[in-house]
């Protein structure tokens, strides 16, 4: 599909999430030369409130049709994971009298994606059927978790089922520059090649 998606109104990119994602090419992982099935669905971060409901919508109309998506919010994942670790009270205490610097280091530790947030995704893999996965709150848990550090973690723990990180800022993918993950359109540093626009794939 050659037409840039990400321009056209919410409900028009809407069609699209729903053909593609309903449809069995993308279910059953066809067409992608043995990559692995992550999709990234690219938006303006202004329009995030739009694209939360498009997703939710997006949810019970697949549910409707017998595609079960699981969603994993990663900042309500990050939440939780300083709760049980008793410690986002004292975060959040913390705040105030420490540097940016000090406090992001803290929650890097707490929250690494390879020995904290990807076993929770795993833990809620396992108890959970569904046939594709949905992540978002992605600009919410920046700077303190990476996007590429989270793909990279997942390839692992998710390639049985497709993945769609909702992504706020550009995915770039191209022969001459390669691929970047550019958050909310200005942060060009996540280098992640692996995954597919999927405004570009077809239904």
């Not at 998606?5 to 069995?24: D, K, W």
């Not at 975060?91 to 940016?100: R, T």
């Not at 893999?125 to 550090?149: M, Q």
């Not at 540093?189 to 597919?196: G, T």
Request: with cysteine; aromatic share 10%; glycine share 6%.
């Amino acid at each position: 599909m050659n037409k840039d998606l990400t321009n056209t109104p919410m409900q028009e990119r809407f069609q699209h999430l729903y053909a593609v994602i309903s449809g069995e090419r993308f279910l059953k992982k066809r067409g992608l030369g043995n990559e692995i099935p992550f999709f990234i669905c690219p938006f303006k971060p202004e329009e995030a409130v739009e694209m939360a409901r498009c997703r939710r919508q997006l949810v019970n109309r697949l549910g409707q049709a017998g595609v079960q998506a699981l969603e994993i919010d990663l900042y309500d994942l990050s939440t939780e994971l300083l709760k049980k670790r008793n410690i986002r009270d004292r975060v959040m205490e913390m705040e105030s009298s420490v540097s940016k610097d000090q406090l992001m280091e803290l929650l890097q530790g707490v929250l690494d994606p390879e020995t904290h947030l990807i076993p929770a995704i795993a833990a809620e893999l396992a108890d959970a059927a569904f046939d594709v996965l949905f992540l978002s709150g992605v600009g919410e848990v920046f700077p303190y978790i990476r996007s590429h550090n989270v793909l990279n973690n997942l390839q692992s723990t998710a390639k049985e089922k497709p993945t769609v990180m909702f992504f706020p800022g550009v995915y770039t993918h191209s022969l001459e520059s390669g691929a970047s993950l550019d958050l909310f359109g200005r942060l060009r540093d996540d280098k992640y090649y692996r995954a597919f626009n999927i405004f570009h794939c077809e239904a």
